[in-house]
């Protein structure tokens, strides 16, 4: 167990729709990252968050959107959802925004139908 | 650009043979270089980490050394177990913007 919590940990969802991936980092790390992992792009870093401010953004959609709230967890908003983006999302955590360990969670399973 | 390219998988062996899984970046600047181990239904973990050139990562038996000449990083271990199998992921982090790219992952199968 890493100590990152990730819910939910199955999302169906259609088309079109809207949903929010929630991740708690391990206590006392300030820095978060999301990831996506298909089966066609293999493992894609998204964005990174310090202490509330981004910090790299990496193969994020448009259409994706993440913060970091003042309590350290961080939300992952994805939009007008289509059949692509089903795959498993990753957060990860670390204790600054440089640190070479990052922790990951169990990960978000997201199914669009 | 950056990218990190990795052998296909999936690889098989017999518990106590030697394995190799490659891995070569192409990368502006000098990354920082991983690899990551995924055991099935779990989130990645960091397996062992490189710095800088020819600096050696090892951990729980496996080894990998940062060649820039040849920008490679492969990873090896002299006797694998049936608990390795899981898959592999070799990974880059540029040092600046902090990006980091992942390789699409091996699989290994270690049968007894």
């Known amino acids: 167990d890493s100590g990152v919590t990730q819910t939910p940990k199955h999302l169906i969802t259609a088309t079109g729709q809207r949903v929010t991936l929630r991740c708690s980092p391990r206590?006392?790390?300030?820095?978060v990252y999301w990831y996506q992992q298909s089966l066609d792009q293999g493992l894609q870093f998204l964005i990174q968050y310090y202490n509330g401010e981004e910090r790299a953004k990496g193969n994020i959609l448009e259409r994706f959107s993440a913060q970091q709230f003042p309590d350290l967890h961080s939300e992952l908003n994805l939009s007008s959802l289509e059949l692509g983006d089903s795959a498993l999302y990753f957060c990860?955590?670390?204790?600054?925004?440089?640190?070479?360990?990052?922790?990951f969670g169990p990960g978000t399973r997201l199914t669009v139908t | 650009g950056n990218s990190v390219t990795q052998m296909e998988g999936p690889v098989t062996l017999s518990e106590e043979a030697f394995l190799t899984i490659n891995c070569t970046y192409t990368a502006t600047g000098y990354p920082s270089l991983f690899w990551y181990v995924q055991y099935p239904g779990e989130g990645l973990q960091l397996l062992l980490k490189?710095?800088?050139?020819?600096d050696k990562g090892s951990n729980k038996g496996f080894e990998a050394t940062y060649r820039k000449e040849t920008t490679s990083f492969h990873l090896e271990k002299g006797s694998v177990q049936v608990s390795d199998s899981a898959v592999y992921f070799c990974a880059l982090r540029t040092r600046t913007g902090n990006q980091f790219y992942f390789g699409t992952g091996t699989s290994l199968t270690v049968i007894p």
């Open positions: 206590s006392g790390d300030l820095s």
């Open positions: 990860a955590s670390s204790e600054l925004p440089d640190s070479y360990e990052q922790y």
């Open positions: 490189a710095t800088k050139a020819d």
